[in-house]
């Protein structure tokens, strides 16, 4: 069992849980006026409120003493100084080299950061060649259209932050994204594209990732039916770790970009892997997207856990999952452009926390990660909020929202904001049967008071909001790297490692060896009566 459990500062919120567990948000607000004031955070020109979660201004310090009693500044230096803190593996952990101002960062006795300089300089070579239009396809046509081949940590980040940042994209270079193993993902992406203007990135840490080994395969024969095999080169470039694999493919070495097995795929955008991002918004703005994540960086590393921004927020979920039930949590980004984000942290926060298996090999002996799920609004509003607010189940909400618009259309943004603060605003109020019958009662005409029971709200609904400047490579950077080292501290808080995903491999061996039964190559022998009719049914 994760030995924090039975710490005097974990029986202390316990003891401290189970004298609020009972009080409504809404009672809390009115007994104290100036809640807001005293749980929300600023950092910069970000606000963090807290004050509509269930806590007390007596929470947060109790709270804090878990991230002291499970040494999370510890663990912190540890992966700073490229301890293999991802023990299943016998890897560091360094993503946040690649976007490191200055000095060394030591692997091994040896500074990795010579070489992360080397790659970003060849992606900034690269990406001035396809801009400039220097860069020719094999019939000496500029690229028009690029297309990354990914999955996972290899798909996910730079086809989020794309669309994050889809007001500084460059002119005339359509960025495309394909993952699934489905054919049809493939084959409508390229049904508009031209083989002749057309560059593939095959993105794989791995290079051995079945959907994206597939995908590269088809891509290949599409170009190489149009345009011979001699066009591969000027075609088709990839990113991985194994430069070997890459060349085994037919991919020129010079076409190569590598990273390192102390990035983890889902922690990878800050590499090579954002090369389709940093061709979308061009080099400098890819720039301004390091230094936002260096920027947070900084200030994880030194700010005590309750100025700390990823720290509060590792706390908030450690609270809500472990003290006060709360399962699920849904992500609510009032921002279509940061639509992808409940998508990109699925993959940061369930790959990397939802275990239950501690770094001692025991059972962590409490829940982990909430199942984790969201969709910008206001759509969302139109579609499950219906079950937020009277659905009868207790969750946390996390609300996104941006001062300023990046599209700023007139009439839009003021009703953005007003929509995204008032269902906070109602999920933490709720409105009682009174309150809902008065309403009724006054309303003009008088309407029905048998209607009250549907009007009422339970509310006490928690949530956090966060407020950001306005989304731009830099607070889109800094914003990625705040989940990210909330993950690495929730990691430290549960005992976790944060940065394996054996959960991954099992249904990969199982689908491996079920291939060659669907193909017909081997009987269908040796397993379950169920996936055996599937696979008969499907012959
Ligand atoms: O989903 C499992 C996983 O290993 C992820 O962690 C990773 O991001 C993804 O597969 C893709 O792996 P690769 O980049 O090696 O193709």
Redesign the pocket.
């Known amino acids: 069992m994760n030995p924090l459990l039975s710490s005097p500062a974990w029986k202390d919120v316990e003891r401290h849980a189970q004298g609020l567990r009972g009080r409504h948000l809404r009672d809390l607000f009115a007994t104290d006026p100036t809640r807001f004031q005293r749980l929300s955070v600023r950092w910069n020109d970000w606000l963090l409120d807290l004050s509509k979660q269930r806590i007390t201004p007596e929470t947060l310090p109790l709270l804090a003493e878990l991230w002291n009693s499970a040494a999370v500044p510890g663990w912190i230096a540890r992966m700073r100084a490229g301890e293999p803190i991802n023990h299943t593996e016998g890897r560091a952990v360094l993503h946040f080299a690649l976007r490191h101002g200055g000095g060394p960062i030591m692997l091994d006795g040896a500074d990795v950061m010579p070489d992360v300089r080397a790659v970003q300089g060849q992606m900034r070579g690269f990406c001035d060649a396809i801009h400039s239009g220097r860069w020719r396809g094999a019939t000496g046509e500029p690229i028009s259209d690029i297309v990354n081949i990914?999955?996972?940590?290899?798909?996910l980040g730079p086809r989020m932050a794309t669309q994050a940042l889809a007001a500084h994209h460059v002119p005339h270079l359509r960025v495309h994204f394909v993952a699934n193993l489905d054919g049809a993902d493939l084959a409508t992406t390229l049904a508009g594209l031209a083989p002749r203007t057309t560059l593939f990135i095959i993105?794989?840490?791995?290079?051995?990732?079945q959907?994206?080994m597939q995908n590269a395969a088809s891509a290949r024969a599409w170009l190489t039916a149009a345009l011979g095999e001699a066009a591969v080169s000027r075609h088709f470039v990839a990113i991985?770790t194994a430069l070997d694999r890459v060349a085994a493919f037919g991919i020129d070495p010079d076409n190569a970009f590598a990273f390192w097995d102390w990035v983890?795929?889902?922690f990878?955008l800050w590499s090579a892997?954002g090369l389709s991002l940093a061709l979308a918004i061009g080099h400098e703005k890819f720039a301004q997207l390091l230094a936002g994540a260096r920027a947070m960086d900084e200030h994880f590393f030194s700010a005590p856990p309750l100025e700390n921004l990823p720290a509060l927020l590792a706390l908030i979920d450690l609270w809500n999952s472990d003290f006060l039930g709360l399962q699920t949590r849904a992500l609510l980004p009032y921002s279509q452009s940061l639509g992808l984000l409940p998508r990109y942290l699925q993959?940061l926060e369930m790959?990397s926390l939802g275990k239950q298996t501690d770094r001692d090999g025991k059972l962590v002996g409490c829940p982990t990660q909430p199942i984790l799920w969201g969709e910008p609004g206001t759509n969302g509003q139109h579609a499950f909020y219906q079950l937020l607010h009277q659905g009868g189940r207790a969750l946390s909400c996390e609300f996104i929202a941006c001062r300023a618009a990046d599209f700023p259309l007139a009439g839009h943004h003021a009703k953005l904001l007003a929509n995204c603060f008032a269902q906070s605003a109602a999920l933490m109020q709720g409105k009682t049967a009174a309150e809902a019958c008065a309403e009724l009662e006054s309303a003009v005409p008088p309407a029905p008071t048998f209607l009250a029971p549907y009007k009422t709200f339970p509310g006490n609904q928690p949530s956090t909001t966060l407020l950001l400047p306005k989304l731009d490579p830099h607070t889109l950077g800094a914003l990625i790297a705040l989940y990210e080292h909330k993950v690495f501290t929730l990691g430290a808080l549960w005992n976790l490692n944060a940065f394996d995903?054996w959960g991954?491999e099992y249904g990969k061996q199982i689908a491996n060896t079920l291939l060659p039964m669907i193909e017909g190559k081997t009987p269908v022998a040796n397993i379950d009566s169920s996936t055996a009719g599937l696979i008969a049914a499907c012959k």
Do not use: N, W
Not at 150 to 155: A, E, F, L, Q, T
């Open positions: 990914g999955i996972g940590g290899s798909d993105a794989s840490k791995t290079f051995t990732t959907e994206t991985s983890g795929g889902r990878s892997i993959q790959e995903q991954v």
